[in-house]
């Protein structure tokens, strides 16, 4: 079991970049395979990208692709989302959540029900 604290959101301008950070702890945190979720007001939560455990394979979303990316450093039991580019629609909560079984071979829409642990989240704000 591990537990997540997410952080670095915060208000920024179209065009601009956050990187956000989720720390985990527990021993096993390396087992783990990690994604990022967010939700915006209204709407339920979303996938946005996930990593393996060794952050050998990545997966994102497709309105994600070439702006955000995850990545994730075992010794520090932290995985980063890395956001470029940001769009006012990326405005939303940004959820870290971890995942005790291998990530599906392939592209692959994950949902609320593939991970688990969330984190508390942290607010992104773009703005116009």
């Known amino acids: 079991q591990v537990q997540l604290v997410e952080s670095g959101g915060g208000l920024v301008q179209a065009g601009g970049s956050l990187r956000l950070s989720c720390a985990a702890s527990?021993?096993?945190?390396?087992?783990?395979?990690m994604g990022w979720f967010r939700q915006a007001p209204g709407k339920e939560r979303e996938f946005v990208a996930a990593?393996?455990?060794?952050?050998?394979?990545?997966y994102y979303v497709d309105p994600v692709k070439g702006r955000f990316t995850i990545s994730r450093d075992n010794a520090k039991k932290t995985v980063y989302l890395q956001m470029n580019s940001l769009k006012p629609e990326d405005t939303a909560v940004y959820y870290c959540?971890?995942?005790?079984?291998?990530?599906?071979?392939?592209?692959?829409?994950?949902?609320?029900?593939?991970?688990?642990?969330w984190g508390q989240g942290t607010q992104v704000t773009v703005s116009s």
């Open positions: 959540g971890a995942r005790g079984a291998p990530l599906y071979s392939g592209s692959y829409y994950y949902t609320d029900a593939d991970f688990g642990s």
């Open positions: 527990g021993r096993t945190f390396s087992s783990y395979a």
């Open positions: 990593i393996s455990w060794s952050g050998g394979i990545t």
